[in-house]
């Protein structure tokens, strides 16, 4: 993104929630037919069997999804009765009406969705947040406005994105150095700004 563009300005504050359009769809696009110049196939997506369950009161929220064939993360929604008022700089917990058990070896990361950061200033406070493989518990999302002006999560709006990953359980190993490197210690600023 050019460093010259600004976000669109912030809605105009309203005592009455407003209604947030969907974003819109954009076509995949069509294959090219092979030539010289052709990329070889695609690898197959590796696919994992997560189990999932509503919990709460039913509010008729749409489970996970994800919303293009190539999409890293699973849509996630606000299970929430009504209209919610997040004031600027301001912070909530948003349930999304599931609960998840990953098999082990894998994490639940909860990303911010772009979308909503770029044109309303809102993101999660802890991102990424991690769902361990053991946690039965609902996802909650911590969303913090970082906009001038209060914005309105609505009852089924996307708020966050979940993207099921392999993670490594480390071992430590207690030793009396490190091996050197060249970068060494250097950290913050250290290769450049």
């Known amino acids: 993104m050019p460093s010259n563009t600004t976000p669109p300005p912030p809605p105009a504050a309203s005592s009455t929630p407003r209604t947030v359009p969907p974003p819109p769809v954009l076509p995949l696009a069509k294959p090219h037919a092979p030539g010289p110049d052709a990329l070889p196939p695609r690898a197959p ?3 994992v069997v997560v189990s999932i369950t509503r919990v709460g009161p039913d509010r008729g929220i749409p489970l996970p999804a994800y919303q293009t064939e190539l999409a890293a993360g699973m ?10 008022a997040l004031a600027s700089n301001a912070r909530v917990l948003v349930p999304t009406g599931v609960a998840i058990a990953l098999p082990p070896g894998f994490e639940g990361q909860v990303r911010p969705r772009s979308g909503l950061a770029w044109s309303r200033g809102v993101t999660i406070l802890n991102a990424p947040g991690t769902i361990d ?3 039965r518990g609902e996802i909650k999302v911590l969303l913090v406005n970082l906009g001038q002006a209060e914005v309105t999560i609505l009852p089924g709006e996307r708020v966050a994105q979940l ?3 392999r993670h490594a359980r480390a071992e430590l190993m207690v030793v009396d150095s490190l091996d050197e490197t060249k970068r060494g210690a250097g950290g913050y600023g250290s290769t450049g700004t």
């Open 163 to 165: 993207v099921v990953a």
């Open 75 to 84: 849509d996630l929604h606000a299970s929430i009765d009504g209209p919610l």
């Open 133 to 135: 493989a053991d946690y």
């Open 45 to 47: 997506v590796e696919s």
